[in-house]
């Protein structure tokens, strides 16, 4: 009797952990998978006008100009964190920034959670406008640029016959191509538009090497902060200010 009293105790209290751990799990919120205290920190390079860019020292753009949208609606500070867009990913799997927004278009090598898309977006081709350039297939023997790790570089390496130079920072890929270093660059569509009409020599190729969508991206163990992300979006994108956003930056 003893020893059946001892297993009946010793099962309840398995039971009673197990609903310990249940209600904690349950109590877990999305603010407490931020790295700050109410603080949303976000990575951001800001060489990809019109998504993001420095204009006197200020960084300006839609993804900026979102985030400030965004943070009314979940309720925190949003703090950015300037670096390379290569390193983004990584920042965020380290966990030293919450999430990443820099232009992100879906990759499945990139182990990180997506976002409800925010935009639609291509991967084009920015050339000259005498380059006698007109498509992909014109780039067979001439060298195309393309920003370190974007799916710009993956669409730039299906190239046939393309050399392939990357290059941290979509800035320099243009003035490359301005200078003649390049023949082309694989920029965002959104991003080579504004190159276009901030430069009269330069044009964007009307066939898209790939069709894409922008979002947001966090940690594959964020689950709850991406799904407070993803009300986030829904609302803004419903929101007078997605529009006018949409057209104040031209996209």
């Not at 393309?162 to 800035?171: F, I, W």
């Amino acid at each position: 009797m003893k020893k059946i009293l001892k297993i009946a105790a010793v099962a309840a209290m398995v039971l009673g952990c197990s609903a310990c751990s249940q209600t904690q799990e349950e109590e877990i919120s999305w603010q407490d998978q931020l790295i700050e205290e109410n603080t949303l920190i976000v990575g951001i390079s800001p060489d990809y006008p019109p998504y993001e860019s420095l204009e006197n020292g200020e960084m300006v753009g839609f993804d900026v100009d979102m985030m400030a949208e965004l943070e009314k609606y979940l309720g925190v500070n949003v703090e950015f964190e300037q670096m390379t867009f290569s390193t983004i990913v990584d920042a965020v799997n380290l966990g030293q920034v919450d999430v990443g927004v820099s232009g992100f278009t879906y990759d499945p090598e990139r182990q990180v959670l997506f976002s409800d898309p925010y935009l639609e977006s291509a991967q084009v081709i920015l050339t000259k406008k005498d380059s006698g350039i007109e498509s992909a297939a014109d780039l067979s023997g001439k060298v195309v640029g393309a920003q370190l790790g974007t799916t710009g570089a993956d669409a730039a390496a299906e190239i046939e016959g393309a050399s392939v130079e990357l290059n941290q920072d979509a800035n320099i890929l243009v003035e490359a191509l301005k200078a003649g270093q390049m023949d082309a660059v694989v920029v965002d569509l959104l991003v080579a538009q504004n190159y276009e009409e901030s430069d009269s020599s330069l044009v964007v190729l009307d066939e898209p090497l790939v069709d894409e969508e922008n979002g947001i991206i966090c940690s594959t163990s964020n689950e709850l902060l991406m799904d407070a992300l993803n009300d986030a979006i829904a609302q803004f994108k419903e929101s007078d200010a997605y529009e006018e956003l949409k057209t104040k930056w031209g996209m």
